[in-house]
């Protein structure tokens, strides 16, 4: 099997440390601009904007896209050891105490109500302590005390990219069924946001990396979540409609960020992020998909997720997490990797997904 573009199509361990990796990167270049204007970006780096993480001086730091992302990971690696050992566990329940430790690692209370969970690998990691401007709306959500669900709301209102942007991890895991994977990730995101198009801008965000990961080329893979969102019972209506504005704009190949956010939206929502992320990696993608190389992709997908005004972190993060999924590693950079923040502890998780899922060491 191949990918869409004649590539042969990767391992399901490259691809797992490929988004995950990924998804670092688009983060980490998206940080470092991530409330600047268009203008200011020019300013900074030339006219180009921001393109790679090569003109960042310093030290290239991820931000909360990433550390929940990781925390989705483990709460996901601690319900598949459970079930691996015979023993059943409720995986939502998991993922609340996973998100209940990085809400401790941020400094904050989730209150008397609120069980103390037990310490794992993941807390020791110094890197992931960091606070590096967390969405209101995940700390408030958790710091509740109450185990959110979609009948039970917390933070009703809340529609902030805090959901879609930890979402990826449930994409990554084989052998389950479509319908699984969006409840499984739109169960996650009601954890903390309210907002029925949070849970499901995440639910179709992890279906998206779910059928990338199960040999879908991009175009069909997007293609066939668009409509999924549009079937969804009670569907948000932005939700398919910025899904829709997305998949047309990408047509038009890459266009000035005026007209995206324009479009789309600056991607401060959960359904205008992944608008923007699928629309990067989209245009950039050659018509004539023989020609495409993976680590070019890459970089011109991240850079018009990035250059725009709006939230640039997590559409670029989303948008690397979509490209590891498709490509696996040998989309990312190398020197980006070389100066990525604590590469250990990301692929530290990664291995520990493809051990839980596939029992390689």
Not at 8 to 26: E, F, N, T
Not at 49 to 55: K, S, Y
Not at 95 to 104: D, K, T
Request: charged share 15%.
């Amino acid at each position: 099997m191949s990918i869409d573009h004649g590539i042969p199509a990767p391992a399901l361990k490259s691809r797992i440390h490929g988004c995950l990796l990924g998804g670092a990167l688009g983060d980490a270049l998206g940080y470092a601009v991530e409330f600047d204007s268009i203008d200011d970006i020019r300013q900074r780096f030339g006219p180009q904007g921001l393109t790679g993480l090569e003109q960042l001086s310093g030290p290239r730091h991820f931000s909360d896209d990433t550390q929940l992302t990781l925390y989705t990971v483990d709460g996901l690696v601690e319900a598949l050891e459970w079930a691996n050992a015979g023993v059943g566990a409720d995986v939502n329940a998991c993922l609340w105490l996973a998100y209940l430790r990085w809400l401790a690692t941020q400094g904050e209370d989730a209150g008397a109500s609120a069980p103390v969970p037990q310490p794992r690998w993941i807390d020791g990691n110094e890197v992931l302590r960091q606070r590096r401007h967390p969405e209101k709306d995940c700390i408030s959500g958790l710091a509740t005390g109450e185990m959110g669900t979609s009948a039970r709301p917390v933070n009703p209102a809340a529609k902030g990219p805090g959901t879609v942007m930890r979402s990826a991890p449930f994409g990554l895991v084989p052998h389950i069924a479509p319908d699984a994977v969006y409840k499984l990730s739109a169960d996650a995101a009601a954890l903390t946001h309210g907002h029925p198009a949070a849970h499901q801008s995440a639910g179709i965000f992890s279906l998206l990396i779910h059928r990338l990961v199960s040999g879908d080329g991009l175009r069909d893979a997007a293609a066939a979540v668009c409509a999924h969102a549009a079937a969804l019972p009670a569907v948000a209506p932005e939700l398919p409609g910025r899904l829709g504005a997305a998949l047309s704009l990408a047509e038009k190949g890459v266009v000035a960020p005026g007209e995206l956010v324009q479009v789309l939206g600056g991607g401060w929502l959960a359904e205008e992020a992944l608008a923007v992320a699928l629309y990067a990696v989209l245009a950039t993608l050659p018509a004539d998909d023989a020609g495409t190389r993976p680590e070019w992709h890459f970089r011109n997908a991240l850079a018009a997720a990035v250059n725009h005004s709006g939230g640039s972190d997590t559409a670029a993060s989303l948008a690397g997490n979509i490209l590891g999924a498709l490509y696996g590693e040998d989309c990312l950079p190398a020197p980006w990797l070389d100066v990525l923040e604590a590469p250990e502890v990301i692929r530290g998780m990664a291995d520990q997904l493809v051990k839980v899922t596939t029992g390689e060491g």
